[in-house]
T-cell receptor
Framework: DVKVTQSSRYLVKRTGEKVFLECVQD?????MFWYRQDPGLGLRLIYF???????EKGDIPEGYSVSREKKERFSLILESASTNQTSMYLC???????????FGSGTRLTVV | KNEVEQSPQNLTAQEGEFITINCSYS?????LHWLQQHPGGGIVSLFM???GKKKHGRLIATINIQEKHSSLHITASHPRDSAVYIC?????????????FGKGTKLSVKP
């Protein structure tokens, strides 16, 4: 069964902490994505990557960075967590042109 | 302006009813996705389609490219179908695999 695995289901961090969210896919997909989901706002794209070491800003990249050193792994980094980054974070991957789009189970991050 | 519009926003049905969720979009697309999200859960891809119709169990998805419209149908609905259903499109000119999402339709099926 193909999978996108996010390292944590729930996470609580303090304001100012550096936070790492990890995502691993086993489908040899070229594209990987990080979204956040908030009530009333739906899914919003933070960053995506279409190849190793390549990254593109999405709609709301401020306060975030990403790393893709290997094809199967895409990390989202909150440089200095703030309370307005409390949200559900979803990772996804796909082949070229969106083939096989697959989401992870999500990480619910609370920043206190 | 959201380029992907879903209706209705909320839907309550009795078990066994036939359900239709609609999605309209304004951009040229390469594919349309229907996604399902249970409360507190991750997102599951139900369908990806670029033309015609697809069926999986009690779920049917159709798309009319000329009218820029898609529908998701659930036959013989069941309480376990209660979830948020999200329409998303991958569009020409967008970055590879990048999606535009609708705001979702929250479905509640009562026993």
């Amino acid at each position: 069964d193909v999978k996108v695995t996010q390292s944590s289901r729930y996470l609580v961090k303090r304001t100012g902490e550096k936070v790492f969210l990890e995502c691993v896919q086993d489908m040899d997909h070229e594209n990987m994505f990080w979204y956040r989901q908030d009530p009333g706002l739906g899914l919003r794209l933070i960053y995506f990557s279409y190849d190793v070491k390549m990254k593109e800003k999405g709609d709301i990249p401020e306060g975030y960075s990403v790393s893709r050193e290997k094809k199967e792994r895409f990390s989202l980094i909150l440089e200095s967590a703030s309370t307005n980054q409390t949200s559900m974070y979803l990772c996804a991957s796909s082949g070229r042109l969106g083939i096989g789009y697959t989401f992870g189970s999500g990480t619910r991050l609370t920043v206190v | 302006k959201n380029e992907v519009e879903q209706s209705p926003q909320n839907l309550t049905a009795q078990e066994g009813e036939f359900i239709t969720i609609n999605c309209s979009y304004s951009v040229g697309i390469s594919a349309l996705h229907w996604l399902q999200q249970h409360p507190g859960g991750g997102i599951v891809s139900l369908f990806m389609l670029s033309s015609g119709k697809k069926k999986h169990g009690r779920l049917i998805a159709t798309i009319n490219i000329q009218e820029k419209h898609s529908s998701l149908h659930i036959t013989a609905s069941h309480p376990r179908d209660s979830a948020v259903y999200i329409c998303a499109v991958s569009y020409y000119g967008g970055s590879q695999g990048n999606l535009i999402f609708g705001k979702g339709t929250k479905l509640s099926v009562k026993p």
